[in-house]
């Protein structure tokens, strides 16, 4: 059965560098997101991608968050500079089609030190 | 505004019982509504989705109805199995957005 596949499953970084997130959607969608989730907090949007570019972001999807699909397989969010604030749960999910079944990853832990 | 409420926030039964949990939210004007399970530190399992023309979704021993005009949903899970034990989360597209809205979720407890 087809999956989202997310690389690396736990990341350690100092505050201040730069970390990567990698995903890997559903081959054959078209939309694709990134979610995160604080400890004990909900799980909240962060930005859609769809046909190349950002189709939508929250408001916690600042100037230090970026997302790119290098390659027409991967699916990237970076974070240009971290702060502690910025640990949480990692979410990359994907859709077919808008406002359809979305699938997700099993999330990246990010720990910012 | 969507915003999605779950009750219980915690639940704790034995093994063997049907339980209901349930998701109300405040627009009604959905497209659909997804329930997730979650492990603990792990991802996001797509259990259910529902159809805004749909009562209801079976899957199993799980089956989750939906109520639009008294915006509500209901996730039944029949005779309960310790594997059961997850939070369980309720996910709603936002109206004329691509966003997902999420509940804070029921923790399921199934005890042996």
């Known amino acids: 059965e087809p999956e989202v596949t997310q690389t690396p499953s736990h990341q350690v970084t100092q505050m201040g560098q730069e970390v990567i997130l990698r995903c890997v959607p559903i081959s054959n969608h078209l939309y694709f997101y990134w979610y995160r989730q604080i400890l004990g907090q909900k799980v909240e949007f962060l930005v859609s991608?769809?046909?190349?570019?950002?189709?939508?972001k929250s408001e916690i999807f600042d100037d230090q968050f970026s997302v790119e699909r290098p390659d027409g397989s991967n699916f990237t969010l970076k974070i240009r500079s971290t702060k502690l604030e910025d640990s949480a749960m990692y979410f990359c999910?994907?859709?077919?089609?808008?406002?359809?079944?979305?699938?997700f990853g099993q999330g990246t832990r990010l720990t910012v030190v | 505004k969507q915003e999605v409420t779950q009750i219980p926030a915690a639940l704790s039964v034995p093994e063997g019982e049907n339980l209901v949990l349930n998701c109300s939210f405040t627009d009604s004007a959905i497209y659909n509504l997804q329930w997730f399970r979650q492990d603990p530190g792990k991802g996001l399992t797509s259990l259910l989705l529902?159809?805004?023309?749909?009562r209801e979704q079976t899957s199993g021993r799980l089956n989750a109805s939906l109520d639009k005009s008294s915006g509500r949903s209901t996730l039944y899970i029949a005779a309960s199995q310790p594997g059961d034990s997850a939070t369980y989360l309720c996910v709603i597209p936002k109206g004329g957005s691509e966003k997902l809205v999420f509940g804070k979720g029921t923790k399921l407890t199934v005890n042996p």
């Open positions: 999910a994907s859709s077919g089609w808008l406002n359809t079944e979305a699938f």
């Open positions: 529902i159809q805004s023309s749909q």
């Open positions: 991608f769809y046909n190349n570019e950002i189709s939508e």
